[in-house]
């Protein structure tokens, strides 16, 4: 049994809120409206409450049939999210797994192809030549003809 | 991924959906929110961070403080929009539609307005409490607020009810 002296206000909206959950006793409820009496404002908020109609049946259930399409749609959507992280996965172990090789792989066949260059196993033609092969400037074209002019 | 949670979670869904979907569907009933895009949402969410649940909540509390979110995030984005019901409270079917008295009726279709009238954190406890059958625990859980004070937010929950109600006349000799 509750104890009802020197109760607060807010402790008795919360006795309220019990009353009308059905969770107090024949006894309980007449000593929640003994208590009430000292507050009329909150005497009337309790009639008014426990007057009020159920509100569970307020809303009903949607059709089965209905349900059993709207969790068909979301298995659908899981199935997709598990496609994609199984390809995600599959591709992340592989480059973990064989990312060396293929770096390894990549630096060998770049070797070869320099090494296979005829003119840099002779020692014919230098790095910077492989790489940066020689051009011919405007500015050179026009020395050369300033060259030319005088000399005839 | 924990393979054996992915599968458990995978079978419960068709157990949870309908529960879930009922009670969303009255705490999205004022606004432009469909449920079942929310709880789409939330399945495909709650799928992908299955690792992070904890066991010792209810599955069915997680799934709800998940949808429930999305809701309020839904609300913020769609705030400038003009405040419209997407579910008409009178669309709802309801339990026993063929014998439910035309007066009867009328008076249940006042009481889901009234709800959904209710500001959101009043309206999430009145139908987390009195719709889904939730305990004060588990909506503590949800909510993050105290047993306590959710007493005293239910009791003002109902008392805007009855005053609604009493303006829209029902309950009146």
């Known amino acids: 049994m509750k104890n009802f002296n020197m109760i607060t206000p807010e402790e008795l909206e919360r006795m309220i809120t019990d009353a009308a959950d059905g969770l107090l006793s024949r006894a309980e409820l007449k000593e929640l409206e003994k208590a009430l009496e000292a507050y009329p404002g909150l005497m009337q908020d309790y009639r008014n409450i426990m007057n009020l109609p159920d509100f569970n049946q307020a809303f009903g259930h949607v059709e089965s049939y ?38 390894l792989l990549i630096f060998a066949l770049t070797s070869f192809f320099y090494f296979s260059q005829p003119d840099i196993l002779n020692g014919n033609i ?18 050369s003809y300033l060259d030319d002019w005088f000399e005839q | 991924m924990d393979e054996h949670k992915k599968e458990e979670f995978r079978r419960s869904i068709g157990e949870l959906y309908p529960r879930l979907h009922r009670a969303m569907s009255a705490y999205l009933a004022s606004s432009t929110v469909e449920a079942e895009d929310i709880l789409q949402e939330t399945f495909l969410k709650a799928y992908r961070n299955i690792n992070t649940f904890q066991k010792q909540s209810s599955l069915y509390t997680w799934l709800y403080s998940i949808a429930r979110n999305l809701a309020i995030d839904e609300f913020r984005k769609r705030k400038h929009e003009k405040f419209r019901s997407s579910t008409p409270v009178d669309e709802f079917e309801l339990a026993s539609d063929n014998e439910t008295p035309d007066n009867n009726r009328e008076e249940i279709v006042l009481l889901r307005k009234a709800i959904a009238e209710l500001p959101e954190l009043l309206r999430s406890i009145v139908v987390m409490k009195t719709i ?23 009791f003002r929950a109902r008392k805007e009810l009855a005053q609604s109600l009493k303006q829209m006349g029902v309950n009146e000799p």
């Open chain 1, 66 to 103: 209905q349900n059993h399409q709207h969790v068909e749609q979301i298995l659908d959507s899981i199935r997709q999210i598990d496609e994609k992280t199984t390809f995600y996965n599959t591709t992340v172990v592989w480059f973990k797994k064989y990312a060396l090789a293929a770096s």
């Open chain 1, 126 to 143: 230098s790095y910077e030549e492989f790489y940066y092969p020689e051009e011919i400037s405007a500015s050179e074209d026009y020395a």
């Open chain 2, 132 to 154: 889904d059958g939730m305990s004060y625990p588990e909506i503590s859980e949800i909510t993050g607020v105290n047993e306590q004070t959710l007493k005293n937010r239910m």
